[in-house]
């Protein structure tokens, strides 16, 4: 069997149909997603349709809470509270209702699978550090945790009682004396320096777990984004990866 993980398209239709082409290519059995299919990008109602038919469970993200009313934007910075003001006047009532029946977390096998943190996912905290990380480990009993949010792909070993440490590594065999931290990079607007989309393969036969880097039309996508009159930051971040 293996397993497709991805977060965080964030209205980037052109993106989501790449990584959604690369599903089928890899022949994945299941597909699950982690979060905030809206928000930043100009396809939400096409990115919210997309993601429905080819995922087994979603979970929500807080660009996706935010757009049904469920989370203030005060604390959001003012491009995304603008894309998200933007979003909430696009979404048709289809995307809403499917929007509404994501969950905060799911456990599956051997993952325990949330958009921020295990610790207080409604919170909508982020790891970007190992101080960070290591609380977290606390959090879930599962073997692996499976993260978005930071757009940033990491992968995080724990041994016991020891602290964790970063694998500098794509790929990474799942041992049963580890605990695992995996943060699954984003979609649809990566922010580690790398502009191509990014999701994570699990193969449960090989006991690995590979985060998979996906090229996609940049250049549509922004011509998207300038036709809907977003902020020309948003656009042009894109191409950069950051």
């Not at 603008?82 to 006047?89: A, E, F, G, L, R």
């Not at 969950?103 to 960070?132: A, R």
């Amino acid at each position: 069997m293996k397993y497709g993980f991805f977060s965080d398209v964030h209205s980037n239709e052109e993106a989501l149909l790449a990584v959604a082409k690369d599903f089928e290519e890899q022949k994945l059995d299941k597909i699950y997603f982690l979060g905030d299919a809206v928000g930043y990008g100009a396809s939400p109602n096409e990115c919210v349709k997309l993601i429905s038919q080819v995922t087994t469970k979603c979970l929500m993200g807080n660009h996706d809470y935010a757009s049904l009313g469920l989370l203030d934007t005060d604390f959001f910075n003012q491009y995304a509270k603008d894309s998200i003001n933007w979003t909430k006047t696009i979404l048709n009532d289809k995307g809403l209702e499917i929007l509404s029946n994501y969950l905060l977390c799911c456990k599956q096998g051997d993952f325990h699978m949330v958009h921020s943190t295990p610790k207080e996912p409604e919170n909508w905290h982020y790891i970007l550090n190992l101080s960070e990380a290591e609380e977290n480990f606390s959090y879930f009993t599962k073997r692996v945790c499976l993260i978005g949010h930071s757009h940033r792909p990491v992968i995080i070993k724990k041994y016991q009682d020891r602290h964790c440490f970063i694998h500098n590594d794509t790929c990474v065999q799942i041992e049963e004396d580890f605990k695992y931290m995996i943060n699954i990079g984003s979609v649809g607007q990566p922010r580690d320096g790398n502009n191509q989309a990014c999701y994570l393969i699990y193969d449960a036969d090989n006991k690995t777990a590979q985060l998979r880097r996906v090229a996609y039309d940049i250049k549509k996508a922004q011509r998207k984004m300038k036709k809907a009159n977003l902020p020309q930051y948003l656009i042009e971040r894109l191409a950069l990866g950051r």
